[in-house]
């Protein structure tokens, strides 16, 4: 069910609020009027965005949250719903992501990447759910990232957080529809490569510098379908179409994915620059509201990055079908 008000008249509540994509949906709903109540860690990168926000037209709240906490979610959500009276959508984009080897990566910092990516989304959702149904339905969208459908080595805990976040959704959406709340929709988006200040302020314990892999797509792209997901909700939508081919090439031929993923990733994932052992942003917010990270460059290698897992995935879809006619074939006989 889509949204039940007008976005002049939605209220719109987005964590990780403070930049990349968090940041761009919120100027994006500000454009068409609509109030959002942004929540992050650091408040003078939240109030950044939202003078921005309301410059554009849109109304802001600034909730400092940490989505960690449980009772500072549900202060997000009460506070939300007592300053413009009802909650239509909430957004819950909060991540952070530690590089590096699995058995590398500290596990105090593995474990912070599941309770921010993870269960600060459950705490969203726990928070959001009554505030929905009291508005008379509304919409939660969960930003993914299509490593919650595929993996990539360097990522395991963002990976796994996101794979979670993904089969979360799906049972909520499930227990919705089965328990008569069906206004309310549940959404995942899984964005390619975007370009946010993400992979500057991640852990980092691989010893090298930290390059998003290409292509990669501007901020506005997801928070374009988040806007899109709001007013018509569906199950999934993909950000970019990297992420759309590197799902189809995923489910037609795991095996083959897995291998041709893990080998692209290992080779674009870093720079050449060495890198001392840093816990990023893991445990603490970034004062600096930025919108985007700086790899114009890297966007170049769009047409031909596409290209490339598009001839990858025809391939793939060739072969599994070859295989399939062989063994029909040799059944048959």
């Known amino acids: 069910m889509p949204l039940t008000r007008s976005l002049d008249d939605a209220t719109v509540v987005i964590t990780g609020a403070s930049s990349g994509i968090g940041a761009a949906t919120a100027y994006a709903l500000a454009r068409r009027g609509a109030a959002v109540v942004l929540a992050a860690r650091s408040e003078p990168a939240l109030t950044q965005v939202a003078q921005r926000c309301r410059a554009l037209g849109g109304r802001a709240l600034v909730v400092p949250t940490d989505v960690t906490d449980a009772d500072s979610v549900q202060r997000l959500a009460d506070r939300a719903a007592a300053e413009f009276g009802?909650?239509?959508g909430w957004?819950?984009?909060?991540?952070?992501?530690?590089?590096?080897?699995?058995?590398?990566?500290?596990?105090?910092?593995?474990?912070?990447?599941?309770?921010?990516?993870?269960l600060g989304a459950v705490h969203g959702l726990r928070a959001a759910l009554p505030h929905l149904s009291a508005a008379g339905g509304g919409v939660v969208v969960n930003n993914a990232s299509v490593l919650a459908e595929v993996a990539m080595?360097?990522?395991?805990?963002y990976n796994a957080a996101k794979h979670g976040l993904r089969g979360l959704a799906d049972t909520v959406r499930q227990e919705l529809r089965v328990t008569g709340r069906g206004n309310i929709s549940i959404c995942t988006v899984l964005p390619a490569t975007i370009d946010t200040p993400f992979f500057r302020k991640e852990a980092n314990h691989s010893g090298r510098e930290v390059l998003p892999p290409p292509p990669v797509y501007p901020p506005e792209t997801v928070a374009a379908i988040?806007?899109?997901?709001?007013?018509?909700?569906?199950?999934?939508?993909?950000?970019?179409?990297?992420?759309?081919?590197?799902?189809?090439?995923?489910?037609?031929?795991?095996a083959l994915g897995e291998r041709l993923l893990g080998w692209y990733a290992h080779r674009t994932q870093f720079g050449p620059g060495a890198r001392p052992d840093s816990s990023g942003n893991v445990f603490r917010g970034a004062a600096e509201a930025r919108r985007e990270g700086g790899w114009h460059g890297r966007r170049r290698q769009l047409v031909r990055m596409t290209a490339a897992f598009g001839l990858a995935a025809a391939g793939t879809a060739v072969g599994t079908m070859a295989a399939r006619t062989r063994r029909a074939r040799t059944e048959r006989s």
């Open 86 to 88: 009802h909650v239509d």
């Open 91 to 118: 957004i819950n984009n909060a991540a952070v992501g530690a590089v590096g080897l699995f058995d590398e990566i500290p596990v105090a910092e593995f474990r912070r990447v599941l309770e921010v990516s993870l």
């Open 153 to 157: 080595p360097y990522q395991s805990p």
């Open 226 to 254: 988040i806007v899109r997901l709001l007013r018509r909700p569906r199950r999934e939508a993909y950000a970019g179409g990297a992420a759309r081919l590197m799902g189809l090439q995923w489910r037609l031929a795991p």
